[in-house]
């Protein structure tokens, strides 16, 4: 038996078919995973990220600490509420998780970590953070519904009551305290929509009261389809602590301005940078008829040089896509390797499909 959710009996008695995630009991569908990557596009679902760990560090130095722990820089953060996406790294430049912070007061910083990598994020946090005298503090009383789509953030609104009315009003990337929540206007879907902390005892009765409120109950299959049409990544898959962020597609999450901010692995990405980053994320379109996968091995010159790091069929291009990491200077045609076939495949830029609707030509 795995971990569980607040949500986990709402999941069993809504007949959700529960998979193992990362050590939790997680639902990847409740039906047809296709119906739910729809709804989302062109409606409003929800998924249960409880398993996902929200950080609480606080402390007088907590934002100077911050500058130092991520390589992407909270200086940017001004206004109370607002987020950054950021990776955090080791001394190497590898990918020790990929995560939201977001600026709550001077001496108060809100932190969500991928599930996955909790145990091994809680512990390198802590152990940075005794010279700066930070508090970290593991937030197991809450629970955290996303609900993602052109239609959800009025639906949950409408669900939440008026003390969550003025949410309405939250700029993107951007969260609050309203009442007993925490809503951001943040996603893993490529759809407008929020993500809401509250706490796990209301868990089962707001899940109840949303799908009531016509939002679709969403598994873990159809959050995987829309954060990959979406171009985002997944921790594990598309990189790790092996992977820099500049061969990952994450080089626009790196802050190396101003140039005498000191964070961990910024050492060696400048070196990585001198020298040259042999490797980079591209989006891969397949010509034939297939479905790309995992590490299906990408053929660059006639030549194994490549691999996908995720792929899928997509239900809103009908196509199957994939991101996968190739040479600096691969470009134009590939083909996969799938079970001996080498079938083609277009190189082509991500994020495939946001907002209901394809981002790139077919």
Avoid at 104 to 122: L, S
Avoid at 228 to 257: C, H, K, R, V
Avoid at 345 to 357: C, D, E, L, N, S
Wanted: glycine content about 10%.
């Amino acid at each position: 038996m795995g971990l569980r959710t607040p949500l986990y009996d709402t999941h069993v008695a809504a007949g959700a078919r529960m998979v193992d995630f990362g050590g939790w009991d997680m639902p990847v569908n409740y039906g047809s995973q296709i119906d739910e990557h729809h709804a989302v596009r062109r409606d409003a679902g929800m998924f249960d990220v409880s398993h996902m760990c929200v950080l609480d560090l606080n402390g007088t130095r907590v934002r100077e600490f911050l500058r130092f722990l991520l390589a992407n820089d909270v200086a940017k953060l001004k206004t109370p509420g607002k987020a950054l996406y950021s990776c955090m790294l080791n001394e190497h430049g590898g990918v020790i998780d990929d995560l939201i912070v977001y600026f709550m007061t001077d001496n108060w910083f809100r932190m969500v970590v991928n599930a996955g990598t909790r145990d091994k994020d809680i512990a390198w946090i802590r152990q940075q953070a005794v010279a700066f005298a930070v508090e970290i503090s593991v937030r197991e009383d809450l629970a955290m519904i996303a609900v993602q789509g052109p239609q959800a953030r009025a639906k949950a609104v409408s669900v939440l009551g008026a003390e969550t009315q003025s949410a309405l009003e939250l700029k993107i990337f951007s969260g609050g305290e309203f009442g007993r929540y925490f809503i951001a206007r943040t996603g893993y879907t490529g759809e407008d929509g929020f993500e809401v902390m509250l706490p796990a005892a209301d868990a089962a009765k707001t899940w109840v009261a949303f799908h009531a409120a016509g939002i679709a109950q969403c598994g873990l299959g159809a959050r995987d389809t829309l954060r990959l049409e979406a171009g985002m990544n997944l921790y594990g898959n598309d990189m790790d602590e092996t992977q820099s962020p500049l061969e990952s597609g994450l080089s626009w999450t790196i802050a190396f301005e101003p140039a005498d901010r000191n964070f961990i692995g910024r050492a060696a990405l400048e070196k990585q940078q001198q020298a040259g980053v042999p490797r980079k994320m591209v989006g891969l379109l397949l010509e034939d008829r297939g479905v790309l996968r995992s590490h299906q091995p990408v053929m660059v010159d006639g030549q194994p040089d490549g691999e996908i790091t995720s792929g899928t069929f997509s239900p809103t291009l009908e196509r199957s896509i994939a991101l996968a990491r190739v040479p600096a200077a691969a470009q134009g045609s590939v083909k996969v390797d799938i079970r001996g076939k080498h079938l083609a495949a277009r190189i082509v830029p991500y994020p495939f499909a946001r907002h209901g609707k394809a981002c790139i030509e077919l």
